[in-house]
């Protein structure tokens, strides 16, 4: 069954440090697409990331980074040098190669990002 | 503008008073889709969309139809709410599936900003 864990629910930071989120998925298809939300207090979900299961190539854009580990499920988002604007509840989503184009959401991790 | 858009934004209602949100993109994508978030069960898909005149359930599609006339709408009808269906509700749209090529910019759908919606 297709699942999406994202274990860590809330997490605080004080501006400037690291923070990584985690993200850990399960399916059984082979062929499979992984996303990156990100949802402000505003409550809009806009996209920042999608990576398929054949490209572990990780990824980096400016202070965002992701790591992709088909070895262990993992989908992992880190942001550098963290700043206020950064608080936001994250989501990390999946999708399979034959469900029609069906997010599977992770709950969430609530960021905060604190002056 | 690239957008999804969604209207209204926020509605309050009464049980039973049937009522539609409206979806609608400017970017040609193939595929739409409505979700609703809700606290502590996350974001769930009610329906979606492949194509003009294509549409599927999704995993909590109970209480809602859908219809695809034209390419760039994708009305949620709620035809008697109820208090359950209170929710804030998301509608997406995607290029959708290209079969065969790797690598290519389909899938991540991009969300309209939401309408919350309250049924007393």
């Known amino acids: 069954a297709q699942k999406v864990t994202q274990a860590q629910t809330e997490i605080s930071v004080v501006e400037k440090e690291d923070v990584t989120l985690d993200c850990v998925y399960e399916t059984r298809d082979t062929t499979y697409y992984l996303f990156w939300y990100k949802q402000p207090p505003s409550g809009e979900l806009v996209f920042l990331i999608r990576r398929n299961s054949f490209d572990e190539q990780n990824e980096i854009s400016g202070r965002y980074s992701w790591n992709f580990q088909k070895s262990t499920s993992s989908f992992n988002f880190t942001i550098t040098a963290s700043q206020v604007v950064d608080s936001a509840v994250y989501f990390c989503a999946l999708s399979e190669g034959n469900q029609g184009g069906k997010l599977i959401f992770g709950q969430g991790t609530e960021l905060s990002v604190k002056p | 503008e690239a957008q999804v858009t969604q209207n209204p934004r926020y509605l309050i209602t009464v049980t039973g008073k049937k009522l539609t949100v409206t979806c609608s993109q400017n970017m040609n994508h193939e595929y739409m889709s409505w979700y609703r978030q809700d606290p502590g069960l996350g974001l769930r898909q009610i329906y979606y969309s492949m194509n003009v005149e294509v549409t599927d359930k999704g995993d909590v599609p109970e209480g809602y139809k859908v219809s695809r006339k034209e390419k760039r709408n994708f009305p949620l009808i709620l035809e008697s709410p109820s208090p359950n269906q209170t929710s804030l509700y998301f509608c997406?749209?995607?290029?959708?599936?290209?079969?065969?090529?790797?690598?290519?910019?389909?899938?991540?759908?991009?969300f309209g900003p939401g309408t919350r919606l309250t049924v007393t």
């Open positions: 997406a749209s995607s290029l959708g599936e290209s079969p065969g090529k790797t690598g290519s910019r389909t899938r991540e759908q991009y």
